[in-house]
């Protein structure tokens, strides 16, 4: 691998100046002005060398023809972290941060060859079974019942509010929970990726959650997905279905969320698309497509492990390696900028490639279309509430993810029986407010918020 210093100095701020070190792609400054960090990582070749928490080192993919390789190339190029060099020779404590990210579990994210296939299959042939127009209506029902909780407001914070929630009840929805499953799924799957709670009791809850949903649903099957994975030919043990529940959640959950959310972010703030609150034809489709082109929710991952020592366009790779790719950095390579137009929609790498790609990509391309458009419909007056400049992003290695969204409208009161009764083409289901309710006030709290809103549809 090159080294770091016989090339140009990283962006100024960033902890690596003048240092020698890889290149941080942990701190404030790395998450304040990625695409500056990827083009000075571009001078090293299509891979560059960084540190994805202290003590975590790896090699970071940067140009779309060497990922699309890599990710291509099963054969050279493993899922299974077991072969991580530096995590089996103990250079990677066991309490590292990123480690959740990338340690190894029997689910088809991290299995290669015959078991991936087998795991995968039963993912790919359960999520077929999802109807389009169904899951199309059952996002603008959870959309209709979150925006009901703020309309009344006249404010909201549309991450916290809204994106954030949104896949987490959809997928309630999709897996088949009962009111006091969902409600700690929430829970747990929200404390995993939310800094300020208790992670590990999160897990915890998470995992005794999908531990009763998989006997719930070996008693009584029903029509969704955790049934139609249990039912799947591929025979999978108790254990293997909570791992490839795990698996559905957190790629459908924390990347859902980022990608409704960065589409409203280029709504709201991004002038080349000033005057698109008003969603027709194709509008918020080409939004999605932006970011998944230049801001994908989740920026950089895909971990790879080289059987052997290898040459990736010129730069070299040893066994054992940990080898990420940067789908933003691949997405924005100048070497595209010629041809992006004219490339299919679907060219980027945001859904990843290859036997690992997305199985879910449609859906949560259209879960985000329609959380957007709802909410448009139901307050098409909607702006930022804040300067954009004051507008912060979560620092981490994997994510693009903004801290809050902080959004203002005109207050309307939404009825109840119009908005179940609504499509989404009808145009908002709302009346003119009174005064603002107290932000505290109709208020689910997410240890609570799948059954609330099963009481609301249902009342």
């Given at each position: 691998m090159n080294n770091q210093s016989a090339f140009p100095?990283?962006?100024?701020g960033c902890p690596a100046h003048n240092s020698g070190r890889r290149v941080p792609m942990y701190g404030p400054e790395f998450a304040a002005d990625p695409q500056a960090f990827y083009d000075h990582m571009r001078h090293y070749g299509p891979a560059a060398p960084v540190e994805l928490a202290p003590g975590v080192d790896a090699t970071l993919v940067t140009d779309y023809a060497a990922a699309l390789q890599l990710l291509q190339n099963p054969d050279t190029f493993r899922k299974d972290s077991r072969r991580w060099r530096d995590l089996n020779e103990g250079k990677v404590a066991p309490n590292n941060p990123v480690l959740p990210m990338l340690a190894y579990r029997p689910n088809a994210l991290f299995t290669d060859g015959a078991e991936h296939l087998r795991l995968r299959q039963a993912v790919t042939d359960s999520l077929a079974g999802v109807d389009a127009h169904w899951l199309s209506r059952q996002v603008e029902r959870v959309s209709s019942y979150l925006i009901s909780q703020f309309s009344a407001l006249g404010e909201a914070d549309l991450l916290s509010d809204y994106a954030k929630m949104l896949p987490l009840l959809?997928?309630?929805?999709?897996?088949?929970?009962?009111p006091s499953i969902g409600d700690r799924l929430v829970f747990g799957t929200s404390g995993i990726f939310d800094a300020s709670m208790d992670a590990e009791k999160a897990n915890e809850e998470l995992?005794?959650?999908l531990i009763e949903l998989v006997a719930l649903k070996r008693r009584q099957p029903g029509d969704d997905v955790t049934s139609r994975l249990m039912a799947?030919?591929?025979k999978l043990s108790d254990e293997e279905m909570i791992h490839q529940l795990v698996m559905l959640i957190s790629a459908g959950t924390e990347p859902q969320r980022n990608l409704i959310a960065n589409g409203l972010y280029l709504l709201l703030c991004d002038e080349k698309h000033a005057g698109g609150t008003q969603a027709g034809g194709l509008l918020v489709e080409d939004v999605i497509d932006d970011v998944l082109w230049n801001t994908p929710p989740m920026?950089?991952?895909a971990p790879h492990y080289p059987v052997c020592d290898v040459d990736l366009g010129g730069s070299l790779l040893n066994a054992g390696d940990l080898v990420l790719i940067s789908f933003a950095a691949a997405n924005t390579d100048p070497a595209l900028s010629s041809s992006r137009q004219v490339l299919s929609k679907r060219a980027h790498l945001a859904w990843s490639a290859g036997p690992h790609?997305?199985?879910a990509k449609d859906s949560g391309q259209l879960i985000a279309?329609?959380?957007?458009e709802n909410l448009l419909n139901h307050l098409p007056d909607i702006e930022l509430a804040v300067p954009v400049e004051s507008l912060t992003w979560r620092p981490g290695p994997f994510h693009r993810a903004l801290n809050s969204l902080p959004a203002r409208f005109a207050p309307v009161r939404m009825q109840q029986s119009s908005v179940k009764s609504a499509t989404p083409s009808a145009g908002p289901a709302t009346t003119p407010a009174a005064a603002p309710q107290p932000r505290s006030q109709g208020k689910a709290s997410k240890s609570s918020a799948w059954s609330s809103f099963l009481a609301w549809w249902r009342s």
């Open positions: 100095e990283p962006p100024p959809v997928f309630n929805e999709l897996f088949g929970c009962s995992t005794q959650a799947h030919p591929a920026a950089n991952y790609a997305c199985p279309v329609a959380a957007i």
